[in-house]
């Protein structure tokens, strides 16, 4: 099993920047692609950003050129980040880490909050 924690939420001021970061343990050798998602109050839980263990990155359209995900491996944990630039309101949301496995499971975090306002 894969465990995740998030980190790195809170508020920000439009134009803003904010760096999220996410741990894996556990049985990290099992993943294959990382992710955030995001659900704001109201909407479903979509997805920001993803990358496979190749390196290959995914981006919504809403945040393509603002936002850039990455990855860290170390021998026991893997951490995966969200570098989000030019902040607007409606980025305001709960985000979330996921994992995938190579046997088709997936984790996720308990979530952190990011809110965008003046």
């Known amino acids: 099993q894969v465990q995740l924690a998030e980190s790195g939420g809170g508020l920000v001021q439009p134009g803003g920047s904010l760096r999220l970061s996410c741990v894996a343990s556990g049985n990290v050798f099992s993943i294959i692609a990382m992710g955030w998602y995001r659900q704001a109050p109201g909407k479903q839980r979509e997805l920001v950003a993803s990358?496979?263990?190749?390196?290959?990155?995914?981006?919504a359209d809403s945040v393509k050129g603002r936002f850039t995900i990455s990855r860290d491996n170390a021998k026991s944990t893997v951490m995966v980040y969200l570098q989000m630039n030019s902040l607007k309101p409606e980025d305001t949301a709960v985000y979330f880490c996921?994992?995938?496995?190579?046997?088709?499971?997936?984790?996720w975090g308990k979530g952190t909050q990011v809110t965008v306002s003046s």
């Open positions: 990358v496979t263990n190749g390196g290959r990155t995914n981006y």
């Open positions: 996921k994992v995938v496995t190579v046997v088709g499971t997936e984790a």
